[in-house]
């Protein structure tokens, strides 16, 4: 009797609600409607909740629509916003998880059948009462289209729409709008809230908030605006609205942020590592931090915090300047300016004087170069000419004077270590952007290391292969001789015509291949920021499921993310193996001091694991490095799920593994062994 009951429960528990709108969407107008709910049980949730929300619109050009589903206790879910590539129509279009990773944003008009929702639908399976009014809100952006909502409907059944998992080893970072639209300028209030137990503790969704305050929040970036997990920039306000500097994820206080959706470098990782290699090498590069983002209780994937390009002691440390800056002493520094694309407000500049396009035949082309520090409000004009004055005379020494002039030339103006490290790392990663856009530039006082220094380095998410133009997959190529007319004269100048900067480039290089760009630390830094991701990996990419999909740019596009790691390595392998056959001089001197700066820890001791591959689940860790030190060992998949976990007090230097009794499948596997003093990852393969 209870089987049958439970059975017919199952069966029965699936409940449709629609009605039949036939409302006019006027263009640059929003309208909503709504459905009423009633008769359900009063808690949605994972075992009974929505199901599927389902549209029929006729309409156009459906990019010019917005459309999102709020649920009665607020909690909004955008279902498909500015998709369809000017296509028209939403024919009985269901939003749903019967689709595999068939996202609305992939999608093209006309929109039938199934597709996932832009956001997370289960998100309103929060235990919420379902039972009052839905509400539909259709926002049409532009002139001069126009359609009508037909009718729509949404269905409760006893398989919901999957809720999120809400643990993590990651920081969670929760954003509240308060029912605001976040917008690209000006920042709208809003709450955050810091859950942030540390390393080794889960951190869950509804945990008591480490850090709480007010912020001002809006979209940044330009091309990245475009992608469905949106970049956000972000201060820290008091009450009022004023800036308050803050500390956030324990960097140093300040009150601009940048919350970075690594949407289309499905590494995750690709800033992060360059930003790393940057400040072991001594030139500061933003602090990152690994975190889940949530935005009025919807899960947006996987963000880096990151620390906006600023003047600071513990950002970019040059001497602070104001409008009283202007003696012959004080008006020298320090400035921060750019090369970079004219989106947004903060893009007052000047044109500079020449680019080159090639080294054979000298054409120049007026540059754009936008303040930064003190920006476009600040600025006074006695600052503004000395600064134009001084890259003028950058600029004109190249047609003026020789290269080894170290007088009058380039170099008695420019830290040639600064502009040699930079160029080293845009060329390692070939990153397509590295000279022409997002190019910072910074000069001290005078009375300080006054001469002009490259960075820091900024946006390198089209770097390390990730890019289908400007030859991003090639690896023997220098990227200063690309991008015409686009790249700023001097790097491919420097480098062709100047021997002695040429053969310090090589040194310089010979001797970061030893420490920082030794392929042990650059894959132990790839190693270690996998393991920080992995346990989220599946929630992100379940989230935007993007793996195996095309996403602007991408060149290579596999389906699983421990392949992406795979083409990231092998993609900096033969990067390095042709730099190192352009670079690597054994003629160089050392580096007089050891000359880098640990930003990842490093496993120095040796960890080996046999027999690799095992036929009967056994394994053998063995390291002096295990003895008397609690050591947990973690097996993943391929896809970053925890299947295996088990920690030990080891008295002698082997430690047996059994994992027969798992019943794994035959494969590759994920092995991580981690104690106090040292961590590694290894691949095994169960045979």
């Known amino acids: 009797m209870l089987f049958c009951i439970t059975l017919s429960s199952q069966i029965l528990l699936a409940q449709t609600f629609s009605k039949a709108s036939n409302k006019s969407i006027q263009n640059s107008f929003t309208i909503t409607d709504s459905i009423v709910v009633s008769g359900l049980s009063t808690n949605i949730n994972a075992t009974f909740g929505l199901q599927d929300a389902m549209i029929n619109i006729t309409h156009n050009n459906l990019s010019d629509l917005s459309i999102w589903l709020y649920a009665p206790d607020g909690t909004k879910i955008p279902l498909s916003i ?33 597709y996932q929702p832009e956001g997370w639908l289960g998100t309103v399976n929060n235990s919420q009462n379902p039972n009052g009014k839905w509400v539909l809100k259709i926002e049409d952006c532009c002139f001069p289209n126009s359609g009508t909502l037909v009718n729509w409907s949404l269905t409760f059944s006893n398989t919901p729409a999957p809720t999120l998992d809400d643990s993590t080893h990651l920081p969670i970072i929760e954003i509240f ?33 480490t850090f709480q305050g007010n912020i001002g929040i809006e979209y940044r970036g330009s091309t990245s605006q475009s992608f469905p997990q949106k970049p956000y920039a972000v201060q820290t306000w008091d009450a009022l609205g004023n800036n308050l500097d803050t500390s956030l994820l324990g960097m140093p206080s300040e009150h601009d942020w940048i ?58 440390d040059i001497t602070k300047m104001d409008s009283s800056s202007i003696t012959s002493t004080t008006i020298n520094g320090g400035y921060i300016f750019k090369i970079d694309k004219t989106t947004g407000l903060q893009n007052d500049g000047w044109s500079g004087t020449n680019m080159l396009c090639d080294t054979g035949n000298i054409t120049y ?66 990153n397509i952007d590295g000279y022409r856009l997002s190019s910072y530039y910074h000069k001290d006082n005078n009375a300080k290391d ?20 400007l030859q991003a997959t090639d690896c023997n190529v220098w990227q200063w001789s690309l991008v015409c007319p686009g790249n700023p004269v001097w790097w491919q100048l420097m480098y062709e015509r100047d021997s002695v900067y040429r053969q310090d480039f090589k040194c310089r290089y010979t001797n970061w291949r030893k420490t920082v760009l030794s392929w042990q630390n650059i894959e132990h830094m790839i190693d270690s920021f996998e393991h920080t991701v992995h346990y989220d990996l599946n929630k992100n990419f379940k989230r935007w499921p993007i793996l195996g999909q095309y996403t602007w740019p991408n060149a290579y596009y596999p389906p699983t993310y421990q392949q992406e790691i795979d083409t990231l390595k092998n993609w900096i392998q033969n990067r390095l193996t042709w730099m190192d056959s352009q670079l690597l001089d054994t003629t160089c001197a050392p580096f007089p001091t050891p000359n880098f700066v640990n930003t990842v820890k490093q496993n120095s001791t040796v960890i080996s694991i046999y027999p690799n591959p095992t036929k009967d689940g056994k394994l053998f860790i063995q390291s002096d490095a295990l003895i008397n030190e609690l050591t947990t060992i973690k097996l993943y998949n391929l896809t970053g799920s925890l ?13 047996e593994i059994n994992l027969s009794s798992t019943n794994l499948s035959k494969g590759l596997y994920l092995i991580n062994i981690q104690n106090k003093n040292n961590f590694t990852t290894k691949k095994i393969l169960l045979e």
């Open 82 to 114: 500015q998709n369809g590539n000017n296509g028209n129509n939403y024919q009985s279009t269901h939003f749903n998880y019967n689709t595999g990773n068939n996202a609305v944003y992939f999608g093209n008009a006309p929109f039938n059948g199934n």
């Open 643 to 655: 299947i295996f976990e088990q920690s030990i007090n080891a008295a002698k230097s082997r430690i």
């Open 259 to 316: 919350f970075y959706a690594p949407y289309n470098d499905k590494s995750l990782m690709r800033n992060v590592l360059i930003y790393n290699i940057s400040n072991q090498m001594k030139h500061y590069a933003s602090r990152t931090k690994f975190f889940d983002l949530y935005v009025d209780g919807m899960y947006q994937g996987i963000y880096v915090l990151m620390e906006k390009v600023k003047r600071d002691k513990h950002r970019v």
């Open 177 to 209: 709008t308060n029912g605001q639209t976040i917008v690209d300028e000006p920042k709208i209030a809003a709450q955050i809230k810091v859950i942030d137990n540390k390393t080794g503790t889960l951190n869950y969704y509804n945990s008591t908030p």
């Open 450 to 469: 006054g001469k002009l220094k490259a960075g820091p380095i900024w946006d390198y998410n089209l770097s390390f292969g990730n890019g289908d133009y």
């Open 365 to 430: 082309e007026s540059m754009y170069y936008q303040y930064t520090y003190p920006d476009q409000n600040d600025i006074v004009s006695p600052q503004k000419n000395w600064l134009q004055n001084y890259m003028t005379q950058f600029e004109n020494s190249f047609k003026t004077y020789s290269v080894y002039d170290t007088v009058h030339g380039y170099k008695s103006l420019i830290s040639t270590k600064s502009f040699i490290d930079h160029s080293m790392m845009v060329e390692l990663s070939r």
